[in-house]
């Protein structure tokens, strides 16, 4: 796109890729449980090192996180056939990586943010960045989300003509997204079982980045144990392997555990709420008069095609396009193959650009 003249920006939301940087993850914390040469408070209840207090709230806080992280370890070995112990120790290799994890436990316990706040604080600041630098004749712009990234211009679009306000673009293009995912057999249902405890413990984040790293290996290589979690992914040969390592391996965060709660929502009746459980996302879609493109993927397994037709219904014919890549014989279309497999560059992209060019008319 930026080849063909439009002003390209990609947004990272807080705490994922760049914009983790001001959050100071590059500073590894002192763990937990390490000894603290500090100074001594003396008081009624006997003589404490400073800062023990803080340091059991912490040990409570990583107690709380591996329980809910064991729940995650049983959900994924159940996807697979039995295999001897000694060759599938997941649960060591997390743990292992866990350790890692409590490191940075300081900064970890500040990841206290929501969908919601990805969509009034985080997608606002930045259309607001792009516009002051880019000064678009009609001060609207063109944006592509892909997964939660559609999800967030859904929900602005819905927002928007509830409010009766500006949309603020000319027209959006999704990638393997949806409001509403009770229609699908989508495979997020699979992590709803970690809502649940999540709240009822009040843990801070769940740790499924530092999981499907350490999985990984037992799913991308002989005798291929956890193949199954690799469709999840890509379909079988739609990405180069590099590339596959490189995704599960840097792609997956530590996600807030309120984040993850409000996305399963989307798994109810109704579809996607706010943060008040009173506004469903996908109910004034059909007042809105913004094009969009909304494309699936044959093997999509998180966001099957059924799914993302469950929202692209609601939106006027008059304005939206439904499309789904990939063909009975191949290739094939998983979830990150819309964005990163061999064949988008001839058939994704441009089927992208053209819509977007054919809807910027001023």
């Not at 800062?51 to 912490?58: D, H, I, K, S």
């Not at 499924?208 to 992914?233: D, K, M």
């Not at 040969?237 to 840097?250: R, T, Y």
């Not at 094009?291 to 929202?311: F, N, R, S």
């Amino acid at each position: 796109m930026s080849s063909q003249g439009f002003d390209t920006w990609i947004l990272e939301v807080r705490g994922a890729g760049l914009s983790t940087i001001r959050m100071d993850f590059g500073k590894v914390k002192q763990p937990v449980d390490a000894t603290r040469d500090s100074s001594v408070e003396h008081g009624m209840d006997g003589i404490f090192p400073s800062g023990f207090l803080e340091a059991r709230q912490n040990s409570d806080i990583v107690s709380q996180i591996r329980d809910v992280s064991q729940r995650l370890v049983n959900i994924i070995e159940k996807g697979q056939l039995p295999v001897p112990e000694q060759l599938l120790d997941l649960q060591g290799r997390f743990f292992t990586r866990l350790e890692e994890f409590q490191k940075q436990l300081d900064l970890i316990v500040k990841y206290d943010w929501d969908f919601d706040h990805y969509l009034e604080e985080d997608v606002p600041a930045a259309m607001e960045y792009i516009r002051t630098h880019c000064k678009p004749k009609d001060g609207k712009l063109l944006a592509i989300g892909h997964s939660m990234g559609g999800i967030l211009l859904y929900a602005m679009l819905s927002r928007c003509c509830s409010e009766g306000r500006n949309f603020g673009f000319t027209s959006i293009a999704t990638l393997g997204s949806s409001l509403d995912y009770t229609t699908s057999k989508s495979s997020l249902k699979l992590l709803l079982p970690l809502a649940d405890p999540a709240e009822v413990l009040n843990v801070p984040v769940i740790p499924i980045g530092a999981l499907l790293a350490a999985a990984h290996p037992l799913a991308s290589r002989p005798p291929y144990f956890l193949s199954w979690l690799s469709s999840q992914v890509s379909a079988q040969g739609m990405m180069n392997p590099k590339l596959l390592d490189k995704l599960v391996l840097n792609n997956f965060c530590t996600v807030p555990a309120k984040l993850l709660l409000q996305l399963a929502t989307a798994f109810q009746e109704g579809g996607l709420r706010d943060r008040s459980g009173t506004f469903f996302y996908k109910d004034y879609l059909r007042k809105s008069n913004v094009p969009v493109l909304a494309l699936a993927g044959d093997q999509d397994l998180i966001c099957p095609p059924e799914a993302v037709y469950e929202t692209a219904k609601l939106i006027p014919e008059d304005f939206v396009a439904y499309k789904v890549f990939g063909e009975p014989g191949g290739p094939h279309y998983g979830h990150y193959d819309l964005v990163g497999g061999r064949m988008v560059a001839d058939q994704v992209y441009p089927c992208i650009i053209e819509f977007l060019n054919r809807n910027d008319v001023i």
